[in-house]
């Protein structure tokens, strides 16, 4: 076999391979015989059909056969020779492909970078300090409260935080345009489900009247005919109806607890412990971000785009998942610039973090898989079966395993980085670093 390697790009790499003719005809005799001996054809007895017969009718497909797994063993021992590590699968051509003559194909492909990690003493980690106060716990209920919130009718104007039933129809140079009409439909002012202004414009509206009101669609708005445009809507009031807010009585605490009976004191503790593990995991989430911001201003690597390919393939997957997509709907709908970034950064960091697992031979602790588990399981009736659950279902085991692995590389990096703590309210600490930038 003769191998011969180019590089096209950084990571692009360009393999020919060429196969004697012997190993070929070699291995296409083999399968010939072994077909003579099986196959049936009408006027021959079984296992007495000359070769000449089954060559003249299956020599074409079993060579072709043949040359699909020359092809791909020759490729595997090529890279395995030239020590290269393809990322993807390879873009196959075959040169040169005649009977009697030695093969000759091309592969092409992307190799995965050289990774360094380095800079890691010069990552700077903010971790958030804060405690749960009692008020704290009291703006927490008035949420569940907010949750559980149902909506009465009342005989006055409407008002912000108000849901009003509403029929309108929209015009613009005087006419009924596309997706612009509805009737009765339910809509809570402030909620900021309409565009702007159109909420606005029913404040102060009471039930049985009517009115037009002048609105500018945005320039962002998805629809080409509309964004940006002036059009008006006439609206018709049907209902309003005013949040009322549950009491915080037994019939609510139940709601929440899984106590049959909790008293106002186990209501709160409660409360207290979940709000302690979304603490947690907000700081967690906040260093960690911190950190793997670190990683990659430190370490810029070349990343093969076909690894970027399949990052972009999982990641819509996993949003068809999420909003509940059938396997009848094609995940290519979904534009790769939507997950790009994402997608980039994600292969951005799993190169140099297993680079660095790599180097310092890190493996999944197995005491700190158990005690997350059991943390995950806490908030369930019955613990012990989540906690069984996860250790009987190998895929669900080896999720856990790869997050408390990715936390072991952070630990791993904090100790060569600079922390410094910052003093922050309960409600500062668990919002999420983009919406503080919003």
């Given at each position: 076999?003769?191998?011969?390697?180019?590089?096209?790009?950084?990571?692009?790499?360009?393999?020919?391979?060429?196969?004697?003719?012997?190993?070929?005809?070699?291995?296409?005799?083999?399968?010939?015989?072994?077909?003579?001996?099986?196959?049936?054809?009408?006027?021959?007895?079984?296992?007495?059909?000359?070769?000449?017969?089954?060559?003249?009718?299956?020599?074409?497909?079993?060579?072709?056969?043949?040359?699909?797994?020359?092809?791909?063993?020759?490729?595997?021992?090529?890279?395995?020779?030239?020590?290269?590590?393809?990322?993807?699968?390879?873009?196959?051509?075959?040169?040169?492909?005649?009977?009697?003559?030695?093969?000759?194909?091309?592969?092409?492909?992307?190799?995965?970078?050289?990774?360094?990690?380095?800079?890691?003493?010069?990552?700077?980690?903010?971790?958030?300090?804060?405690?749960?106060?009692?008020?704290?716990?009291?703006?927490?209920?008035?949420?569940?409260?907010?949750?559980?919130?149902?909506?009465?009718?009342?005989?006055?104007?409407?008002?912000?935080?108000?849901?009003?039933?509403?029929?309108?129809?929209?015009?613009?140079?005087?006419?009924?345009?596309?997706?612009?009409?509805?009737?009765?439909?339910?809509?809570?002012?402030?909620?900021?489900?309409?565009?702007?202004?159109?909420?606005?414009?029913?404040?102060?509206?009471?039930?049985?009247?009517?009115?037009?009101?002048?609105?500018?669609?945005?320039?962002?708005?998805?629809?080409?005919?509309?964004?940006?445009?002036?059009?008006?809507?006439?609206?018709?009031?049907?209902?309003?109806?005013?949040?009322a807010l549950p009491e915080v009585n037994e019939e609510f605490i139940k709601n929440f607890t899984q106590k049959a009976e909790a008293s106002m004191d186990e209501?709160?503790?409660?409360?207290?412990?979940?709000?302690?593990?979304?603490?947690?995991?907000?700081?967690?989430?906040?260093?960690?971000?911190?950190?793997?911001?670190?990683?990659?201003?430190?370490?810029?690597?070349?990343?093969?785009?076909?690894?970027?390919?399949?990052?972009?393939?999982?990641?819509?997957?996993?949003?068809?998942?999420?909003?509940?997509?059938?396997?009848?709907?094609?995940?290519?709908?979904?534009?790769?610039?939507?997950?790009?970034?994402?997608?980039?950064?994600?292969?951005?960091?799993?190169?140099?973090?297993?680079?660095?697992?790599?180097?310092?031979?890190?493996?999944?602790?197995?005491?700190?898989?158990?005690?997350?588990?059991?943390?995950?399981?806490?908030?369930?009736?019955?613990?012990?079966?989540?906690?069984?659950?996860?250790?009987?279902?190998?895929?669900?085991?080896?999720?856990?395993?790869?997050?408390?692995?990715?936390?072991?590389?952070?630990?791993?990096?904090?100790?060569?980085?600079?922390?410094?703590?910052?003093?922050?309210?309960?409600?500062?600490?668990?919002?999420?670093?983009?919406?503080?930038?919003?």
């Amino acid at each position: 076999m003769q191998v011969s390697v180019e590089t096209t790009s950084g990571l692009g790499r360009r393999l020919t391979v060429g196969v004697p003719a012997e190993k070929i005809d070699t291995a296409v005799d083999e399968k010939l015989k072994d077909a003579a001996k099986q196959v049936r054809i009408d006027g021959f007895r079984p296992g007495k059909v000359p070769l000449r017969e089954v060559r003249r009718r299956f020599g074409k497909s079993i060579r072709e056969e043949v040359i699909g797994e020359v092809v791909s063993n020759s490729f595997y021992d090529a890279v395995t020779k030239e020590s290269l590590s393809p990322a993807g699968y390879p873009s196959i051509e075959r040169t040169k492909d005649e009977p009697g003559q030695d093969l000759e194909f091309v592969a092409t492909f992307e190799v995965y970078p050289d990774v360094k990690v380095q800079g890691l003493d010069s990552i700077s980690v903010v971790r958030p300090v804060a405690d749960i106060s009692e008020s704290d716990i009291d703006n927490m209920i008035e949420r569940l409260r907010e949750q559980r919130a149902e909506f009465a009718e009342v005989e006055r104007s409407a008002e912000q935080g108000d849901q009003v039933n509403i029929n309108f129809e929209g015009t613009k140079d005087g006419e009924v345009f596309e997706g612009g009409t509805a009737d009765g439909q339910n809509l809570v002012l402030g909620s900021g489900q309409m565009i702007p202004g159109f909420e606005d414009g029913i404040a102060g509206m009471s039930k049985g009247e009517e009115k037009v009101i002048d609105v500018t669609f945005p320039e962002d708005y998805h629809s080409e005919d509309l964004k940006g445009q002036a059009v008006q809507f006439k609206i018709t009031v049907n209902k309003v109806e005013a949040k009322a807010l549950p009491e915080v009585n037994e019939e609510f605490i139940k709601n929440f607890t899984q106590k049959a009976e909790a008293s106002m004191d186990e209501f709160r503790s409660e409360i207290r412990n979940n709000m302690e593990r979304e603490l947690k995991n907000a700081v967690k989430n906040r260093v960690k971000k911190d950190v793997m911001d670190g990683v990659l201003e430190n370490n810029d690597v070349d990343v093969p785009k076909a690894l970027i390919d399949s990052e972009i393939d999982r990641q819509r997957q996993q949003m068809m998942q999420q909003f509940g997509g059938g396997q009848n709907i094609d995940m290519n709908m979904l534009p790769a610039e939507l997950f790009e970034g994402q997608a980039t950064r994600a292969v951005k960091l799993a190169l140099v973090l297993g680079e660095l697992i790599k180097e310092k031979e890190v493996k999944a602790d197995a005491e700190r898989v158990r005690s997350t588990i059991e943390e995950m399981a806490q908030p369930y009736e019955n613990p012990e079966q989540v906690i069984s659950w996860y250790y009987e279902n190998q895929q669900m085991l080896q999720q856990v395993e790869a997050m408390v692995l990715e936390d072991q590389v952070v630990d791993l990096i904090l100790e060569q980085a600079t922390v410094a703590e910052q003093e922050m309210s309960y409600e500062e600490a668990v919002k999420q670093p983009q919406q503080e930038a919003e």
